[in-house]
């Protein structure tokens, strides 16, 4: 059997050839397809405006610039996530507070959020950013309501969930990042994700100011919009009204993202039947896994189970070439947040989940095959 890694591309040959139509065009980078695949990905997730950027963190960089964090801001989101959901607020000069995480669905304990708020003086926190973690998407419509309540913004770290959703109280799909709850929300191309650009990243948003204010950052702060310039020396001119960055994705990524997301939708279907095999599978065991309500549509970027003894069972599967990693290693407990002074021992549902997790392989290309020698050797560890 050869190595089953935890996530893994799907590479096609109408990809390749998506690609080598760009590297043969004009552009390879700020041409057309970068703005094709904004356009097709606001409609796959029903956004009014899409950013596409070079990666998920520089996009979650300008959603916290544009939301105005800066020294002084204070910001929530949950331990169980990558580094980069918390590292956005730093970069503004913020700083981060933890809300710990539900253990049954392993996002951010709204309850918490809630208590965090109501004890804290008015106007303490500016926003929240939750994350649709595993692809499990956060109850955006509730914490829309808490963040109105408390005047807070919502960045929503979507990274995990594209094509997820929820089913609202008129029995309405809403798809993460359309725009209707979240004022912004980001997604990773990182070849492990849903949609694989090499690197690349795509905010959505249905505000139209904070939608041109993105454009502008991503470009060095730089417009050339007419209703905007301060003076006007002809076609060549341009302003700078603002330091922003160059955080562009390339049209040679871009070219792979809008093949790729031709398939986004068959993916999460064929990665929910994978999740429905193991989830039959473990029944019954001692492994527990995550029960996912009917009203809640599971993107399932990562599968991931508790089991006792999480190293041995991660050793064992390395012996069997079967890669499983962990998500994640607490973001408070990471040195350069313990040096702010966070202790794991706040977050005790955080604590306990890291001790026990293990996401095992999760990709459309799995086979049937594959999946069950994962599930033998999982089933065998357990007894
Ligand atoms: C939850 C989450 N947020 C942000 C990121 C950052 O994404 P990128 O690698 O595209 O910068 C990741 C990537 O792993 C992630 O999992």
Request: charged share 20%; glycine share 8%.
């Amino acid at each position: 059997m050869k190595a089953i890694p935890y996530g893994r591309q799907d590479i096609t040959v109408a990809d390749i050839e998506a690609v080598t139509r760009v590297l043969q065009s004009d552009y390879l980078t700020t041409g057309p397809t970068i703005k094709e695949f904004e356009d097709k990905f606001a409609q796959y997730v029903g956004a009014k405006h899409a950013v596409a950027i070079a990666n998920a963190t520089v996009g979650l960089h300008l959603c916290t610039m544009v939301m105005g964090v800066k020294p002084g801001s204070k910001v929530i989101t949950t331990p169980i996530t990558f580094a980069a959901s918390a590292n956005c607020v730093r970069y503004c000069g913020g700083e981060v507070d933890f809300a710990d995480i539900d253990p049954s669905n392993l996002l951010i304990d709204l309850d918490q959020v809630e208590k965090m708020l109501e004890a804290a003086p008015a106007g303490t926190y500016e926003g929240i950013i939750p994350v649709d973690f595993a692809g499990f998407p956060v109850d955006i419509m509730r914490l829309r309501d808490i963040a109105d309540h408390h005047g807070l913004w919502i960045i929503e770290d979507a990274c995990h969930a594209p094509g997820g959703y929820l089913i609202d109280g008129e029995g309405t799909k809403q798809l993460c990042g359309n725009g209707a709850f979240a004022d912004l929300s980001v997604f990773s191309f990182h070849p492990v994700k849903h949609i694989a650009c090499g690197e690349g990243g795509m905010i959505t948003t249905n505000d139209t100011a904070l939608y041109r204010r993105l454009m502008r950052l991503r470009t060095h702060g730089i417009t050339k919009e007419v209703d905007i310039l301060e003076e006007n020396h002809g076609g060549w001119y341009y302003e700078m009204h603002e330091l922003g960055y160059n955080y562009r994705i390339t049209d040679i990524q871009a070219a792979l993202g809008v093949s790729q997301l031709d398939r986004a939708r068959a993916g999460v279907v064929r990665r929910r039947a994978i999740a429905e095999r193991y989830d039959l599978a473990f029944a019954d065991t001692a492994v527990t896994t995550i029960n996912v309500p009917e009203k809640v549509g599971h993107a399932f970027h990562l599968y991931v189970i508790q089991v006792v003894d999480r190293k041995q069972l991660y050793d064992r599967l390395r012996e069997h070439k079967i890669y499983a990693q962990i998500h994640y290693i607490p973001v408070p407990s990471l040195p350069y947040y313990k040096r702010q002074g966070f202790k794991i021992e706040d977050y005790p549902n955080a604590s306990n989940y890291y001790e026990h997790c293990i996401s095992l392989p999760m990709y459309p290309s799995l086979t049937d095959e594959e999946q069950d020698f994962v599930i033998d050797q999982v089933k065998s560890f357990v007894g």
